[in-house]
């Protein structure tokens, strides 16, 4: 997804049976497929040991089946950051003020589909195991902030989203000219506004350290994650910059049928 | 740096143009639906949450009030894009499918397979029939201040009725231990949880019981007060997270 204004040149037209607008389209399926197996499999590894061996943090049980794969997501969100963000960076384009119109309308696309896979991510974090962590801790006592299902959800699906939102940030910052002129601001609160939902992590789990055999969902001290959540609508304002745009580049197309 | 729009005439895309932005409806369309589920849920989960996890929490006097509270707030921002932008009156039937899909999902496979909650005793409610009438009061009157008052008023009153044949059974009286309960009571009792002490379980507080029959009513029509309020509020920061501008720094 990360074609730039000089590779254009030197790729000439391409084979591919997609329209050329949906050239990234095989890749963003990709990337749902991946994203639901590595959330779908650490359910399953959820339903195979939570309960035999999560319940009891001072067990070498735990130690063993949790902290171990916490240590292992950190490094795993360390590499993906750092990989993801520096591969668009350093392949960003140099010529932006050469953008042919077609190019530009497929990079819309291709952002869409970030935005898209940053949304996915938000779906699995916001949705299926933030729920899941209200059911897992109405039946288990959450004797450590690194119980087994926060292990999932505030270390790994967080970080996860916050990269991914990271990535439709800098793809447009670097491959589309409206963005890398001035800084989007409905991108950047859609972007930076769930970012602070994994800052309030912090002050859910300070909270929790006065409240820990409960779990009431609906206490002010989850408030946080809530007001970060509305700056998912900032997403409004993108597809408003992104349609009037889009508008104006199929203006400089000519009329095929 | 946006173009703009509002004097020019448009007419209808064709051929390849008209494929690209079909392509781009549909791209739109997956992105919403994820985005919605997401980031709704989330909301609705944390400050109705517990009302709408447990059928022992489905009260008179707070269920009632609290999920329209709360659950006409992203359909009002969502409205304010789609309807004034798109001329789309589907906003709030979108965000709460979206809802309704989130929730679904995560009782059958959080609470019912994982933790082993009877499916009853978890079921969502519905706001399917309030966000239609949302929808086809904005669509029909194209108002703010109709749609605030009339739709946001029927989201709250409604409420009740459409999910009363979802949760009506649960309400039965039963005599249990030589005390008079409801079957969605004793259902609460019989699997323990955290949030289940009666200094979290936030229900039929106060004396609002003395009123009878009349609890219910009462309890929806404070909510349709507070509803056409909060919908006007949240018209005003859909509108405001919509905006298109582009900043020289942050």
Same mark, same amino acid.
């Not at chain 2, 739109?28 to 517990?50: C, N």
């Not at chain 2, 201040?145 to 409420?159: E, P, Y």
């Given at each position: 997804?990360?074609?730039?204004?000089?590779?254009?040149?030197?790729?000439?037209?391409?084979?591919?049976?997609?329209?050329?607008?949906?050239?990234?389209?095989?890749?963003?399926?990709?990337?749902?497929?991946?994203?639901?197996?590595?959330?779908?499999?650490?359910?399953?590894?959820?339903? %195979?040991?939570?309960?035999?061996?999560?319940?009891?943090?001072?067990?070498? %049980?735990?130690?063993?089946?949790?902290? *171990?794969?916490?240590?292992?997501?950190?490094?795993?969100?360390?590499?993906?950051?750092?990989?993801?963000?520096?591969?668009?960076?350093?392949?960003? #384009? *140099?010529?932006? #003020?050469?953008?042919?119109?077609?190019?530009?309308?497929? *990079?819309?696309?291709?952002?869409?589909?970030?935005?898209?896979?940053?949304?996915?991510?938000?779906?699995?974090?916001?949705?299926?195991?933030?729920?899941?962590?209200?059911? =897992?801790?109405?039946?288990?006592?959450? #004797?450590?902030?690194?119980?087994?299902?926060?292990?999932?959800?505030?270390?790994?699906?967080?970080?996860?989203?916050?990269?991914?939102?990271?990535?439709?940030?800098?793809? %447009?910052?670097?491959?589309?000219?409206?963005?890398?002129?001035?800084?989007?601001?409905?991108?950047?609160? %859609?972007?930076?506004?769930?970012?602070?939902?994994?800052?309030?992590?912090?002050?859910?789990?300070?909270?929790?350290?006065?409240?820990? *055999?409960?779990?009431?969902?609906?206490?002010?001290?989850? =408030?946080?994650?809530?007001?970060?959540?509305?700056?998912?609508?900032?997403?409004?304002?993108?597809?408003?910059?992104?349609?009037?745009?889009?508008?104006?580049?199929?203006?400089?197309?000519?009329?095929?049928? | 740096? !946006?173009?703009?729009? @509002? !004097?020019?005439?448009?007419?209808?895309?064709?051929?390849?143009?008209?494929?690209?932005?079909?392509?781009?409806?549909?791209?739109?369309?997956?992105?919403?639906?994820?985005?919605?589920?997401? !980031?709704?849920?989330?909301?609705?989960?944390?400050?109705?949450?517990?009302?709408?996890?447990?059928?022992?929490?489905?009260?008179?006097?707070?269920?009632?009030?609290?999920?329209?509270?709360?659950?006409?707030?992203?359909?009002?921002?969502?409205?304010?894009?789609?309807?004034?932008?798109?001329?789309?009156?589907?906003?709030? &039937?979108? $965000?709460?499918?979206?809802?309704?899909?989130?929730?679904?999902?995560?009782?059958?496979?959080?609470?019912?397979?994982?933790?082993?909650?009877?499916?009853?005793?978890?079921?969502?409610?519905?706001?399917?029939?309030?966000?239609?009438?949302?929808?086809?009061?904005?669509?029909? @009157?194209?108002?703010?201040t109709v749609t605030a008052i009339f739709g946001g008023?029927?989201?709250?009153?409604?409420?009740?009725?459409?999910?009363?044949p979802i949760f009506g059974m649960f309400h039965v009286?039963?005599?249990?231990?030589?005390?008079?309960? &409801?079957?969605?009571?004793?259902?609460?009792?019989?699997?323990?949880?955290?949030?289940?002490?009666?200094?979290?379980?936030?229900?039929?507080?106060?004396?609002?019981?003395?009123?009878?029959?009349?609890?219910?009513?009462? @309890?929806?029509? $404070? @909510?349709?007060?507070? $509803? &056409?309020?909060?919908?006007?509020?949240?018209?005003?920061?859909?509108?405001?997270?919509?905006?298109?501008?582009?900043?020289?720094?942050?």
């Amino acid at each position: 997804m990360a074609t730039t204004t000089e590779h254009l040149i030197e790729q000439g037209e391409s084979d591919s049976k997609l329209p050329w607008y949906l050239k990234d389209l095989y890749r963003y399926l990709k990337g749902f497929a991946l994203l639901t197996i590595v959330y779908m499999g650490l359910r399953l590894y959820q339903g %195979a040991f939570a309960v035999s061996t999560g319940l009891d943090s001072t067990t070498p %049980a735990f130690e063993q089946y949790w902290m *171990r794969l916490f240590y292992i997501e950190l490094w795993v969100i360390a590499a993906f950051a750092s990989g993801m963000w520096g591969y668009l960076w350093f392949t960003r #384009d *140099r010529n932006l #003020d050469n953008l042919a119109p077609k190019e530009e309308i497929r *990079r819309y696309f291709t952002l869409t589909m970030w935005i898209s896979i940053y949304t996915f991510a938000v779906y699995w974090a916001g949705s299926y195991f933030a729920e899941q962590d209200n059911s =897992w801790h109405q039946v288990a006592i959450r #004797d450590t902030p690194f119980t087994a299902n926060h292990i999932i959800e505030f270390y790994f699906n967080f970080p996860l989203y916050v990269i991914l939102g990271g990535c439709a940030w800098l793809y %447009a910052r670097t491959r589309l000219p409206l963005y890398a002129k001035g800084i989007s601001l409905p991108l950047t609160l %859609a972007v930076v506004g769930p970012f602070m939902i994994l800052v309030s992590v912090g002050f859910n789990e300070w909270g929790h350290t006065f409240w820990f *055999r409960e779990e009431f969902f609906a206490a002010p001290i989850h =408030w946080g994650f809530v007001i970060g959540v509305w700056f998912a609508l900032g997403v409004g304002g993108i597809l408003l910059q992104g349609v009037t745009r889009l508008i104006e580049l199929l203006d400089q197309l000519e009329d095929n049928i | 740096m !946006s173009v703009d729009l @509002s !004097s020019r005439s448009f007419r209808p895309y064709t051929g390849e143009k008209a494929r690209i932005t079909r392509a781009y409806d549909y791209l739109i369309l997956v992105l919403a639906l994820f985005l919605f589920i997401g !980031s709704f849920h989330l909301h609705f989960a944390l400050t109705v949450g517990d009302w709408d996890f447990w059928v022992d929490w489905k009260d008179r006097q707070w269920w009632p009030l609290i999920t329209p509270l709360m659950g006409i707030t992203f359909p009002a921002a969502v409205q304010a894009v789609m309807w004034e932008k798109f001329r789309l009156p589907l906003g709030a &039937t979108l $965000c709460i499918a979206c809802l309704s899909i989130g929730t679904w999902i995560a009782r059958i496979f959080a609470y019912h397979y994982w933790n082993y909650f009877p499916i009853n005793m978890v079921l969502p409610s519905t706001m399917l029939p309030s966000a239609l009438v949302l929808d086809a009061i904005l669509m029909l @009157s194209n108002s703010l201040t109709v749609t605030a008052i009339f739709g946001g008023s029927l989201f709250a009153l409604l409420f009740y009725p459409a999910n009363w044949p979802i949760f009506g059974m649960f309400h039965v009286p039963i005599e249990y231990g030589n005390g008079q309960m &409801t079957v969605a009571d004793l259902l609460g009792f019989e699997y323990i949880r955290t949030g289940m002490p009666e200094y979290l379980r936030i229900i039929e507080r106060g004396t609002l019981r003395t009123y009878g029959q009349y609890a219910t009513p009462l @309890s929806a029509f $404070c @909510s349709a007060l507070l $509803c &056409t309020l909060m919908y006007t509020l949240w018209w005003y920061i859909g509108k405001w997270f919509a905006t298109v501008r582009y900043l020289t720094k942050i």
